[in-house]
């Protein structure tokens, strides 16, 4: 497949991308790398190109970027420099796949011939898993990562031709894999293959589990579905899933500053807990007054860090 024409993967983080990403990879015939997102996160709104320098110095403490391993070519420009990071991860003649969290509409700027595969996930399974990974203190902003992920797909879609996506949801997937994972197999023009599975045997996830499926249902309170279906009511129906029956609300004021407040404190302490004391505190200086020198150094500690708790 040429550099200009990939199929990404796209759909909110903890939405079982990495899941999925596994499955394909174990295909004989398909290729996927993994989170790809350093390619559009420099990319603006309306198209226009980072200045090359400051994209490099990006690239240089971005840990996904680092993993990929991937050689930058000092005498290419931005365009060609995106497009020469594809070319990299390509292999012989399988079909190339990229895992896209954030930004896809995006994407056409430098892929007008992409293609798609929407990975969608129940907003509150979502909004509830953000917690964990301490991106947020509480599922009323989880919901938010949900939203604007969807919103730019939605955004993306509606100057998409049919035959370029395809949409299928995690729950999907989880009830009847072989039917799901062939649905994406003839999309992608391959066959479907039950070596897509052997990733279990491979990897640190287990095996696809129905359980995983719709977990709010047994884990929310009644009020955390208020809240959430209150700020996603109507987004939460127009993509297939049904509402508990529970009134949405909308918080008082005096509610927001509370939620913001126990939200600001989590973030606070997951970090604390995970980088220690004075690295948070580092960080905050950094954030405000670090020099560029700094920032990188600082940056460079924590991706050290964090892949410790990489699954």
């Excluded at 490099?56 to 060609?80: H, Y």
Aim: glycine content about 6%; overall charge neutral; some cysteine.
């Amino acid at each position: 497949m040429q550099a200009g024409s990939p199929v990404f993967i796209v759909g909110p983080v903890r939405s079982g991308s990495t899941f999925l990403r596994l499955m394909l990879d174990f295909h004989p015939n398909i290729n996927n790398p993994g989170e790809c997102d350093f390619l559009f996160d420099m990319v603006s709104d309306n198209g226009e190109y980072s200045d090359l320098s400051t994209y490099k110095n990006w690239l240089s403490t971005s840990r996904i970027f680092q993993a990929a391993e991937l050689k930058v070519d000092p005498n290419l420009g931005f365009r060609d420099l995106i497009h020469s990071f594809a070319s990299q991860f390509e292999s012989d003649n399988d079909v190339l796949t990229m895992n896209v969290h954030r930004h896809f509409h995006r994407i056409p700027y430098l892929f007008p011939d992409a293609r798609y595969i929407h990975l969608l996930r129940d907003p509150r399974d979502v909004a509830r898993s953000c917690i964990g990974m301490g991106w947020v203190g509480h599922v009323y902003f989880g919901a938010d990562v949900w939203y604007e992920a969807e919103a730019s797909w939605d955004r993306l879609k509606a100057d998409l031709e049919p035959n370029q996506y395809i949409e299928i949801s995690y729950e999907d997937i989880l009830d009847d894999v072989a039917k799901g994972l062939s649905k994406l197999c003839e999309f992608l023009g391959v066959k479907y293959s039950a070596r897509m599975l052997d990733y279990a045997d491979n990897s640190t996830y287990g095996l696809p589990d129905k359980s995983l499926s719709y977990q709010w249902k047994r884990k929310y309170s009644d009020r955390e579905l208020q809240l959430v279906e209150g700020k996603l009511e109507g987004m939460i129906t127009a993509k297939g899933y049904e509402l508990s029956g529970l009134k949405p609300v909308s918080p008082s004021m005096l509610e927001r500053i509370s939620l913001l407040v126990k939200n600001k404190h989590y973030r606070a302490m997951f970090q604390i807990n995970r980088y220690g004391l004075m690295m948070f505190l580092e960080g905050l200086l950094v954030r405000r007054v670090g020099y560029s020198a700094w920032r990188e150094s600082y940056k460079s500690r924590r991706n050290t860090v964090d892949i410790k708790y990489l699954k």
